[in-house]
């Protein structure tokens, strides 16, 4: 990516102002899809001056490659020119740094890339009295979330297809001791945000777990549920074994309201077999197999087959001759 200005001025007014903040901010593109972060080499010159940034955080349109840089890295190239001039340099080299420690979960020392804070809205806190780095998301094989599902002294719970939350289970009346949310991006790794894993003790056997699993960053979150959910507030769909069993009510619904018809049927068990229904962690064929005899019984079991007969009746001209066999 090369960038020409013909002075500091065309610079400043090509970044001062709101139109360029609101470009620098996008996370999704003309196209429809999404921007994810990728790290580049990036040539700008402001006059005589030239500035090289290496691995420097971009956005990058994941269907037609549009590109624009991160909302910080103006800042750094305006920074830099003025040292230029003060120490009568005409050009210099940046790399950009990966590994920043922030305060938070420093005990346990995950893994993370600390140029992530350069995607839009990881480095913004409400409360300027925070620490920085709280929203820097930390990355997971997404093997890591069998541990959670299968101790029972915690919780894992999938809200959507790839949204969720862990948490440990309380005592002394507390549900919770401490409860984070987390996504799946589309290489299948798990994130969580390093702030939100400050709240686990280090002794805690989550740690190990977590550590065990940690991964380097792929800088892929714009186009999860997880950063549409915290910093857009867009609401997600629950898990597909659910919508289904929502859209079983529904029409169940809809056809007493037509017909009068009643075709709920075993209804406490089929609210028992929907509580039941797990989202797949790795998508292994016993998990499959359980959540299939699961709808089975809520799509097949949970209709009530003389109601059914008696709507058959009613909508079908001539009805089958063999409708009540």
């Known amino acids: 990516m090369v960038l020409n200005y013909s002075n500091i001025e065309e610079f400043e007014n090509t970044y001062d102002n709101y139109k360029a903040a609101e470009i620098l901010n996008e996370t999704k593109c003309d196209c429809g ?14 006059g005589e001056y030239a500035v090289l940034l290496v691995d420097c955080p971009t956005m990058v349109c994941t269907k037609c490659g549009k590109q624009h840089l991160c909302p910080d890295i103006p800042q750094e190239i305006y920074t830099t020119y003025f040292r230029l001039t003060k120490n009568g340099f005409k050009n210099c080299k940046l790399t950009m740094k990966s590994d920043i420690r922030y305060e938070f979960a420093k005990t346990a020392n995950f893994i993370y890339d600390s140029r992530d804070m ?8 409400l409360d300027p009295t925070n620490p920085k780095g709280f929203s820097c998301p930390v990355y997971f094989d997404r093997k890591v979330l069998n541990n959670f599902f299968t101790d029972d002294d915690y919780e894992l719970d999938f809200f959507s297809e790839s949204y969720g939350s862990i948490a440990k289970k309380g005592t002394d009346g507390w549900q919770y001791e401490w409860k984070i949310v987390f996504g799946i991006n589309k290489n299948d790794k798990v994130i969580l945000f390093l702030g939100d894993l400050d709240q686990i003790d ?41 919508r289904i069993i929502s859209l079983r009510n529904s029409f169940f ?7 009068g018809i009643e075709l709920f049927h075993l209804e406490e068990e089929v609210e028992a077999n929907g509580r039941d229904l797990q989202k797949p962690i790795n998508y292994s064929k016993n998990e499959i197999k359980q959540n299939i005899i699961t709808l089975d019984g809520v799509l097949n079991e949970g209709i009530d087959c003389e109601a059914l007969r008696t709507l058959c009746s009613q909508i079908v001209v001539p009805p089958p001759a063999n409708i009540w066999c």
């Open 33 to 46: 899809s999404y921007y994810e972060m990728h790290l580049d080499t990036i040539e700008v010159t402001i």
């Open 118 to 125: 350069s995607i839009p809205g990881l480095g913004v806190d």
């Open 202 to 242: 280090s002794d805690d056997r989550a740690i190990y777990w977590l550590k065990s699993y940690n991964v380097n960053s792929d800088h892929c979150i714009v186009d999860t549920e997880l950063y549409r959910g915290q910093f857009g507030c867009i609401f997600s769909e629950p898990i597909i074994e659910h």
């Open 253 to 259: 619904s809809k056809i007493k309201k037509k017909y």
